[in-house]
């Protein structure tokens, strides 16, 4: 069975300054990967998702992510943060077939002023 | 607009009484879910169901039933049974041939 280790759950990070968020997962066979964004008491949105091909993803609000799978890691990345991006961030793991997605636990990005 | 809405955003309920949250949705999705979010703990999966009157148990199905009488919706029921039933839950679709499941809003419910 699939598994993912989000390796920080909270984040504090100053505006303008750039972030990464770490998720490392686990499986045997190939893997496609997600990464959603949520803001208080919603649902969640998806930021950026690797399928296959160039393993550079780009997503929305200027977030990036690079899927290792020598390292089994989908790392998100943004340059440059705003007061806006705080929020929770979940990475996801799915393997083929009908297979529900398998979420980590979440991590905190709290963007300070 | 096309998505997936669940009804009522804030459910409050007393112990020992049985409680419906909504999901429906207008993206033509076959596949459902149920996810449970506790703080630290992520989303845990409830029950999903690939296509309509067929489901299967998730990670934590004790003290929850659903169906899957139409395709556009999927009630939760979360019953007396369940021991800690304070939580959030979200429902989520999927598209047949795509990877990607969708999100509802929510339902906070709070049982005192």
């Known amino acids: 069975a699939q598994s993912v280790t989000q390796l920080d759950s909270q984040v504090p990070v100053f505006e303008e300054a750039p972030v990464e968020l770490r998720c490392n997962y686990s499986s045997s066979v190939s893997v496609y990967l997600f990464w959603y964004v949520q803001y208080p008491n919603q649902g969640l949105q998806l930021l950026l998702k690797y399928l296959s091909g160039s393993t550079l993803v780009k997503g929305i609000n200027g977030f990036e992510a690079e899927f290792n799978k020598s390292q089994t890691s989908f790392h998100l990345r943004k340059p440059s943060v705003h007061i806006s991006d705080t929020a929770e961030y979940f990475c996801a793991v799915k393997v083929a077939g009908n297979t529900p997605l398998v979420f980590g636990k979440g991590t905190r990005l709290s963007v300070i002023a | ?112």
């Open chain 2, 1 to 112: 607009d096309g998505g997936i809405t669940q009804s009522p955003k804030y459910l409050f309920r007393k112990e020992g009484q049985n409680v419906t949250l909504s999901c429906e949705q207008n993206l033509n999705h076959d596949a459902m879910y149920w996810y449970r979010q506790d703080p630290g703990q992520g989303l845990r999966l409830i029950y999903y169901s690939q296509i309509v009157n067929d489901f299967q148990k998730g990670d934590i199905a004790e003290g929850y039933s659903v169906s899957r009488e139409k395709k556009e919706s999927f009630p939760l029921t979360v019953t007396s049974a369940q021991k800690n039933p304070t939580a959030f839950y979200l429902c989520a679709s999927r598209g047949t041939g795509s990877y990607e499941q969708y999100f509802g809003p929510g339902t906070r419910l709070t049982v005192t």
